[in-house]
């Protein structure tokens, strides 16, 4: 017993720990947000609107693009007041290339393309029209491609060396299917593949990719959206964390300023990129050894959490059939 308690605690790491800080990649990375230019989709409200207070909190220049130019103007002012810096704003819809490129252009070189935008309807799929299915996806989605697409020549053209970043809000919805969610996990699964694409992409030009996964937070869209939730979705999702927006904001630029792929915002979700780590790029060798000593743990907790949300869809079906 001594002896495997020896082998597992001690060298297995002294062995793992050196492999592992030889082979992660991208190497790690510090990403300043000091006077660099941030600019943020769906900076309007909610977990946007707190990531613009941050950002300006943190010394950066900002720009803050949504579709309503009250609410922008309306946020322009809140985030002076509370922190004396004058933010541009820019109307657009990010499912209008066209518009997104004016947008960008005139807002100039990005240092840091903080992609907020989104939508959510939790009703099944049977239930959705398709055009409700297809905005959900040209907004969440293809509203990105967009995005980089019009921002991403400048970015690699920028004229100091400092490294940028390009950071997408995803969700814990587009680490794990969640009853309802088909629509809305469709089209943040898609951010992943996008994201671990787009790295290889530009890391030779000094750019960083990063996934961030809020939980539910508090915000004015959450409020409508449990309104609507079908009773299966509010089962299964009550066993989620719960965020306010500003400290989703927090945790999302300590996650841009170290170059993080993943950035989790809870226990909750350090736990499901753990568990949902697979191919995806790690700059942290200890978290790498972490993802590689808990994998068959966590998985075993996956297989009991969908046990847990089998069963409760199995009683919903067998009390609404009575």
Not at 12 to 34: A, E, Q
Not at 63 to 91: C, D, P, Q, W, Y
Not at 208 to 223: A, E, K, Q, Y
Request: glycine share 8%; net charge neutral.
């Amino acid at each position: 017993m001594a002896d495997a308690f020896f082998s597992f605690f001690v060298l297995l790491p002294l062995i793992l720990l050196p492999i592992l800080y030889f082979i992660v990649r991208p190497r790690p990375v510090k990403i300043p947000i000091v006077n660099r230019h941030v600019f943020i989709t769906g900076g309007s409200s909610g977990i946007g609107l707190a990531l613009a207070h941050r950002a300006a909190a943190d010394g950066a220049r900002v720009s803050i693009m949504a579709r309503s130019l009250t609410k922008l103007e309306e946020a322009k002012s809140s985030i002076n007041h509370a922190t004396g810096i004058e933010v541009a704003v820019f109307a657009a819809d990010v499912r209008d290339y066209d518009a997104v490129k004016k947008a960008v252009d005139e807002a100039g070189p990005i240092d840091v393309l903080l992609l907020n935008h989104g939508v959510f309807s939790a009703l099944e799929l049977e239930k959705m029209e398709l055009s409700e299915v297809k905005s959900t996806l040209d907004i969440n989605l293809m509203g990105c491609f967009n995005m980089i697409k019009a921002a991403l020549p400048a970015m690699k053209n920028r004229k100091n060396v400092l490294p940028a970043s390009i950071a997408i809000v995803s969700s814990q919805a587009g680490q794990v299917g969640i009853y309802g969610y088909v629509a809305y996990s469709a089209s943040k699964f898609g951010l992943r593949g996008l994201a671990e694409a787009l790295q290889q992409e530009v890391i030779g030009d000094n750019i960083h990719v990063s996934l961030i996964f809020p939980p539910d937070t508090d915000t004015p869209g959450l409020v409508e959206e449990n309104k609507k939730k079908p009773e299966l979705t509010k089962i299964i999702a009550s066993s989620s964390g719960f965020m306010k927006a500003d400290e989703v904001a927090q945790k999302a630029f300590d996650g841009i300023r170290h170059g993080s792929f993943f950035i989790s915002c809870n226990m909750e979700g350090i736990a499901l990129s753990l568990a949902t780590s697979g191919l995806s790029p790690q700059r942290s060798f200890l978290m790498a050894f972490v993802e590689v000593i808990t994998a068959g743990i966590l998985r075993i907790a996956a297989l009991c959490f969908q046990w847990n949300w089998y069963g409760s869809i199995e009683k919903w079906h067998k009390q609404r059939n009575c």
